[in-house]
């Protein structure tokens, strides 16, 4: 990650509208900043949330609340708790997202 070019500055997550995203089941709501290349977002799932899609997409991302269900198109789970994350890089492992109980993320990417 190349970040260039960007001043310091804070965020007030809460006063950033979120936006909703359906899954294939429940509600994703992202409250998204960009900084260039960069896509900062705070992003909450709905209990019984589904991804509708399989991301390849790179990301850093770090578990907040809840617990985090991560499917790997090759089959593989990963569960995340508060205080725990994952990186993958751009095109490297399609995954999905899904949690029973709700969650709350930190994602970077």
């Not at 960007?6 to 509600?27: N, S, Y």
Request: charged share 20%; glycine share 8%; hydrophobic share 40%.
């Amino acid at each position: 990650m190349n970040i260039a070019n960007l001043p310091f500055c804070t965020v007030d997550w809460c006063a950033i509208a979120p936006t909703e995203h359906k899954g294939e089941h429940g509600m994703a709501w992202w409250r998204t900043q960009q900084f260039g290349p960069i896509r900062v977002r705070m992003v909450e799932y709905s209990p019984g949330y589904l991804a509708d899609h399989w991301c390849v997409k790179g990301h850093m991302l770090l578990c907040l609340e809840g617990t985090l269900e991560t499917e790997l198109q090759d089959g593989r789970r990963f569960t995340l708790q508060p205080g725990q994350s994952y990186h993958v890089a751009d095109n490297a492992e399609a995954h999905r997202s899904s949690t029973l109980t709700g969650a709350r993320l930190f994602i970077v990417d």
